[in-house]
């Protein structure tokens, strides 16, 4: 079985930065991808940022040029660093990983509880 632990929500000021951490653990053998999705109230689940094991990134058209992803293989860790957040990026962040156990071939993928992003005006 996989964990994911996402940290570093809370409640900041227009303008502000955060950074979250989403930590995997347990069965691990590798993980070939990691993303950020998240949700306010009232609408469905968005995807943020992704980045795979090439380290190659991708971003929703809404936080490009704010959000960073990132990912230390050896912590099995991935990273949103968020710049320059709005009140619209008020919403619970959750953790995707794809995750593949020692001695398989396939990879899963697994969710974090999510932890909440409130930026206010």
């Known amino acids: 079985q996989v964990q994911l632990v996402e940290s570093g929500g809370g409640l900041v000021q227009a303008g502000g930065s955060l950074r979250l951490s989403c930590a995997a653990s347990g069965s691990i053998g590798s993980i070939n991808y990691m993303a950020w999705y998240r949700q306010a109230p009232g609408n469905q689940r968005e995807f943020i940022a992704s980045?795979?094991?090439?380290?190659?990134?991708r971003y929703a058209d809404s936080v490009k040029g704010r959000f960073t992803i990132s990912r230390d293989n050896t912590k099995n860790t991935a990273y949103l660093q968020m710049n320059s957040l709005k009140p619209d990026d008020t919403a619970v962040y959750s953790c995707?990983?794809?995750?593949?156990?020692?001695?398989?071939?396939?990879?899963?993928?697994?969710w974090g509880q999510g932890t909440q992003v409130t930026v206010s005006s």
């Open positions: 980045i795979d094991s090439a380290d190659i990134s």
């Open positions: 995707n990983a794809h995750v593949r156990a020692p001695l398989t071939y396939y990879y899963n993928p697994y």
